[in-house]
């Protein structure tokens, strides 16, 4: 019997790449399709040309109960972000703690088991962090039971360990997770420590978290990748008898293949004494690219804990991805023997796009999932093939993790627009509002839809981005005024609010609008910065297009905002990034350089002293 597949609808577009220069764009294509009913289909393709499509429906099977030191489901795999922990330590990706619960509070929507809510012995700033976390979504259980695990980092020393549960004790669910480095090299140059009194110092560590009542311990041998095999068996078997529940392998420089890091979970399964009476986790550095690969592999060969960042974002070259790791179990499961997770993917898009808000690290535009082109098609060639059927060259669909790019209602957003249907939109886009944030957001919204014809989601998650994901503010633009040309030097007008409710007005000259407004704020705010990196770019196609502008300041002053490594003595200077939208180009970049400078000034105002601050030396 023969058997049709139609042709799917598709909604045509175009789309263009603008450098705010009338006579230079270039034309993308992106095809957009509503889901059809070929992912629901029972149809088996016989012949060896099969269509493969990684399936979009959630899995059925649900969430096990959670017991520390053991999984009841063994297909179950647990995922571990550490976006808060190892994430912010990429440079200039530094949070506020309200941008912190703000990133907690979604990781939780998201559906991850634990949240390494950050490393409290650092400093006093982490571990109010760490501390507001356990409280507020450590304790926040939904309806099917679920609250994630809240996690503290600390070095194998009774100050860490102690700090660490004092900051995580408030969650329903606390861990402790505690590391020390077990390669040859690591133990020589850095530790100074012999085998033995590593294996002495993991043990005894390990004992003093159990005894301070934590009952969930997760121990990390740090640079286990280059770690000698007998030793790792040795020393896990012993952390294991003094109560770890939890043992994290991970590949701490990036530099095992696949195969490699397979066969070393593999091997720790096997030769470890007492193994089955602990949970085997990964934690994968991306320096050779590699990290999501070696994080299947792990899953493949055991592990049930996968610990991963939203975005990749973290030291030197990142880690393994969320988004990367989760939709790869979902798509690979003929392969990984149907492992799944308990990850909403829905809530992904949002996430990602939240903490690239927050952080301040823009994402290239071919990354995968997330990235501004994974779902555009450009090649005619590729473009045939999605016309025909969109499994052709897409084997996920957008909205599978939460990008909705058509609008199922057919509201068309513009300036008769209300506030109804704004909001409407904006909850089908994944952002849950305040009353007060929906009012502000929609003189904003009018303004936008009164100069152009049409308000796309692009825009509206510009909008939300730039007045919903930044700091708390000690400055407001109120006006500004530019004169700038060939003739004669740039001049701005600046009128900004300062939190007391007063109004400062300040006159500059620069060599472009930008500068001569930038000086101009300086004059008010009286803050010396340098300014590290300047971009912006547009959100849609268009000379009307919202422009996004993405700054990073570094105070001049070396006070409160610099830092010093306790174990090294290297001073550190903080960052601070700011984002800015607005269809002017100017008060766009106004925008951002004031979000930094807020960011920087609520800094030192809560933090008005330099700490000792163990931070981006103590990697795992």
């Known amino acids: 019997m023969a058997t049709v597949i139609r042709n799917p609808l598709f909604i045509p577009s175009t789309s263009h790449h603008h450098n705010l220069n009338r006579n230079s764009s270039s034309v993308l294509l992106t095809l957009r399709f509503p889901q059809t009913s070929l992912r629901h289909s029972s149809l088996q393709f016989k012949s060896r040309f099969a269509v493969s499509c990684c399936v ?7 969430r096990p109960p959670y017991i520390p030191n053991r999984i009841a489901d063994p297909s179950y795999v647990r995922i571990f972000d550490t976006t808060l922990r190892d994430g912010e330590q990429s440079p200039g990706a530094s949070m506020t703690s309200k941008e912190k619960l703000d990133v907690a509070r979604q990781l ?5 088991d634990i949240i390494e809510a950050g490393f409290p012995a650092a400093s006093s700033d982490d571990f109010e962090a760490v501390k507001t976390i356990a409280n507020e979504v450590g304790n926040a259980v939904d309806d099917d039971g679920y609250v994630p695990v809240i996690c503290g980092l600390s070095r194998c020393n009774e100050n860490d360990i102690r700090r660490a549960w004092e900051a995580v004790k408030y969650a329903k669910r606390p861990r402790i997770h505690t590391f020390i480095a077990t390669s040859a090299i690591h133990m020589e140059y850095k530790l100074r420590m012999s085998k033995e009194k590593v294996i002495d110092t993991a043990r005894n560590m390990v004992k003093f978290a159990r005894s301070l009542g934590c009952e969930d311990v ?3 041998p740090e640079d286990a990748g280059r770690s000698d095999r007998e030793f790792l068996y040795e020393i896990l078997g012993e952390v294991i008898k003094a109560g770890a529940t939890t043992l994290n392998i991970p590949d701490t420089v990036g530099i095992n293949l696949p195969s490699e890091f397979g066969r070393l979970i593999a091997d720790i399964k096997a030769n ?12 994968c550095q991306n320096d050779l690219g590699l990290s999501t690969a070696n994080t299947i592999e792990g899953a493949r060969a055991g592990a049930r804990q996968l610990e991963v960042t939203i975005n990749g974002i973290g030291e030197r070259a990142g880690n393994a991805s969320l988004e990367e790791v989760v939709m790869a179990l979902r798509c690979g499961a003929h392969v990984t023997g149907n492992l799944y997770t308990g990850i909403n993917t829905k809530h992904i898009f949002l996430t990602s796009k939240m903490v690239e808000e927050y952080t301040g690290l823009q994402l290239q535009p071919h990354k995968a999932l997330v990235g501004a082109n994974a779902f555009a098609h450009e090649s005619g060639i590729h473009q045939d093939g999605m016309l025909k059927h969109k499994g052709t060259y897409e084997i996920i669909a957008p909205e599978d993790i939460g990008l909705e790019r058509t609008n199922e209602a057919g509201i068309v957003l513009g300036k008769l627009s209300g506030r109804h249907a704004l909001r409407k939109r904006l909850e089908e886009l994944g952002y849950e509002l305040k009353d007060e944030q929906v009012h502000n957001l929609f003189w904003r919204f009018k303004a936008v839809a009164e100069k152009k014809k049409r308000v796309t989601d692009a825009d509206l998650r510009a909008l939300v981005s730039d007045e919903v994901f930044q700091a708390e503010p000690v400055w407001k633009l109120g006006d500004i005024q530019v004169t700038c040309g060939t003739f004669g030097l740039s001049t701005s007008t600046v009128k900004l609010l300062s939190n007391d409710g007063r109004t400062h007005v300040a006159c500059s000259i620069g060599t472009g609008p930008v500068d001569s407004a930038y000086k101009a704020i300086d004059l008010i705010v009286k803050e010396p910065v340098t300014l ?3 971009s912006m770019n547009a959100v849609t196609e268009g000379i009307d297009a919202i422009a996004t502008t993405r700054v990073v300041i570094r105070a001049d002053s070396e006070t409160s905002t610099t830092t010093t ?6 001073t550190v200077l903080r960052t601070f990034s700011g984002t800015g939208a607005g269809m002017d180009v100017v008060v766009s970049s106004v925008k951002a350089y004031i979000g930094a400078l807020n960011k ?18 103590l990697k795992i």
């Open 532 to 534: 590290l990196e300047y």
């Open 272 to 283: 470890t004494p007492g193994i089955e009476n602990v949970v085997i986790s990964t934690h």
């Open 218 to 220: 997760e121990f990390s």
């Open 565 to 570: 490594r306790a174990l090294t003595g290297e």
């Open 600 to 617: 920087m000034l609520g800094f030192k105002e809560t933090y008005p002293s330099a700490e000792q601050i163990p931070i981006s030396s």
């Open 56 to 62: 979009s429906e959630p899995s059925s099977r649900r």
């Open 108 to 112: 939780a929507k998201l559906g991850v």
